[in-house]
């Protein structure tokens, strides 16, 4: 049995197309996400800060990514929703194995004392 399918061809600009989606249109709404955050939140109270940013964030991105890539593709991708729901996928696997690495670096290094305060520059003096 031989697949009839066409394959379509794919130039340059599908591919720009889907890299701009893929990394543009996460990098504004994560932007916009945390700027909503910091107006939202306290930003003295780190936790609550970070937790609503993750909140908007995270299922914002997500969706966006998976739209922008589901525009660019459903014209010359047949079953573009499940790629983009395949990437999608890829992401939140990421998401958390780097998540997961952070904790697990952030615990070794506090275990050790050797946190940096979020910077590699020397605490300043209150003096």
Same mark, same amino acid.
């Given at each position: ?17 889907? @890299? &701009?989606?893929?990394? /543009?249109?996460? +990098? ?10 910091? $107006?939202? %939140? ?29 525009? @660019? &593709?459903?014209?010359? /991708?047949?079953? +573009? ?10 992401? $939140?696997? %990421? ?33």
């Amino acid at each position: 049995m031989t697949d009839t399918t066409e394959r379509a061809q794919v130039g340059w600009g599908l591919w720009l197309r889907w @890299v &701009l989606a893929t990394s /543009v249109v996460p +990098a504004v709404v994560l932007t916009a996400s945390w700027g909503t955050a910091r $107006v939202i %939140a306290d930003e003295d109270n780190f936790i609550v800060f970070a937790a609503i940013g993750f909140l908007l964030s995270v299922p914002l991105v997500l969706a966006s990514t998976f739209f922008a890539q589901w525009l @660019v &593709l459903e014209r010359h /991708v047949s079953r +573009a929703g499940w790629w983009a729901l395949a990437s999608t996928v890829g992401n $939140v696997v %990421a998401g958390a194995l780097l998540f997961a690495l952070g904790a697990a670096v952030a615990s070794a290094r506090l275990k050790t004392g050797t946190e940096s305060h979020g910077s590699s520059l020397p605490p300043r003096s209150h003096g």
